[in-house]
């Protein structure tokens, strides 16, 4: 069993900064690919950034430039340091995990948190 648990969310405001963490628990030997999507209600969940275990990177363009996405292998933790944040970037903030595997076989389907919220003012 592999849980996502998050932590970081808030009331911020505009200007102002946030990190977002994500770690990974259970039997796991690697995960592939890490990430953060964000929805608001009505709207389409949107990817935000990824990271693959080999740390190649990837970001939505609303997000470059101010979030930057990490993450520790060793503890199977994937971060998400946002900067400059916007009241547009108000929204409930979801972790994954794809590509996980055990000691024996990898997962066909991704893992996901329960999400965090966050809330930007203006």
């Known amino acids: 069993q592999v849980q996502l648990v998050e932590s970081g969310g808030g009331l911020v405001q505009a200007g102002g900064s946030l990190r977002l963490s994500c770690a990974a628990s259970?039997?796991?030997?690697?995960?592939?690919?890490m990430g953060w999507y964000r929805q608001v209600p009505g709207k389409q969940r949107e990817l935000v950034a990824a990271?693959?275990?080999?740390?190649?990177?990837n970001y939505a363009d609303s997000v470059k430039g101010r979030f930057t996405i990490s993450r520790d292998n060793a503890k199977n933790t994937v971060y998400l340091q946002m900067n400059d944040l916007k009241p547009e970037d108000t929204a409930v903030y979801s972790c994954y995990a794809d590509g996980v595997c055990d000691k024996r076989l990898c997962h066909e389907y991704a893992h996901w948190g329960q999400g965090t919220q966050v809330t930007v003012s203006s």
């Open positions: 259970g039997s796991i030997f690697s995960i592939d690919a």
């Open positions: 990271i693959t275990g080999g740390g190649r990177t």
